[in-house]
């Protein structure tokens, strides 16, 4: 783990070295690594799902990232397409909040269920870095944002399974709360 966050410094530097670079080669991973970053209702949503799974713990523990950036994918490519989801902006809210609410509960629905839940989301929350994304460089662009994503996953895994090491599930608990709490005031902005 001291080794992973080693790294956080130099992944940190990785879109300004990108961006210094002449033409498109690096430009559209550099933009699909800063994307998620750049939005709060992204980095909400993508760090509540780390602290659900990591509430759920077992198999929720990776098949919950893994269908949110799969599916997250597939969105971005929807996106890109001009493909139109109605109702992306109120799904990526409503996923802060559910998000946030499903980890202050720990909430352990049938596995198939918490997929599902996670995959939607997913769906739109790349829907909208697809339609936001660059005309050139699109794979490094998806590329980029699925890494950004799974990193934030990573660290809602890693704050959550933290916790709950030290007994302290009750802290995870009042960030997935304080999530929900977050994406409701957004929602009022």
């Known amino acids: 783990m001291k080794k992973l966050l080693a790294l956080v410094p130099t992944f940190s530097l990785a879109p300004a070295l990108a961006m210094a670079h002449d033409g498109t080669h690096g430009l559209g991973f550099a933009v699909g690594l800063a ?35 799969g599916a997250m994918v597939l969105g971005g490519v929807l996106g890109a397409s001009a493909v139109m989801l109605p109702g992306t902006e109120p799904m990526i809210l409503s996923s802060i909040v559910i998000l946030g609410v499903l ?69 995870v608990r009042v960030l997935g709360a304080g999530t929900a709490v977050a994406g409701l005031s957004l929602a009022l902005v």
Not at 36 to 53: E, I, N, R, T
Request: a neutral charge; hydrophobic letters at 65%; charged letters at 5%.
């Open 103 to 171: 980890a202050a509960l720990a909430l352990r629905l049938p596995m198939g269920a918490a997929l599902a839940v996670v995959a939607v989301f997913g769906l739109f929350h790349g829907h909208a870095h697809g339609a936001e994304g660059p005309a050139e460089g699109l794979a490094l662009y998806a590329v980029g944002f699925a890494f950004s994503t799974m990193a934030l996953h990573a660290a809602g895994l890693a704050l959550g399974l933290a916790l709950n090491a030290v007994s302290a599930r009750s802290v």
């Open 35 to 69: 994307h998620p970053l750049g939005g709060l209702d992204h980095v909400l949503a993508m760090v509540a799902v780390g602290l659900w799974a990591a509430m759920v713990g077992g198999r929720a523990l990776w098949a919950l990232p893994v269908a949110f950036v």
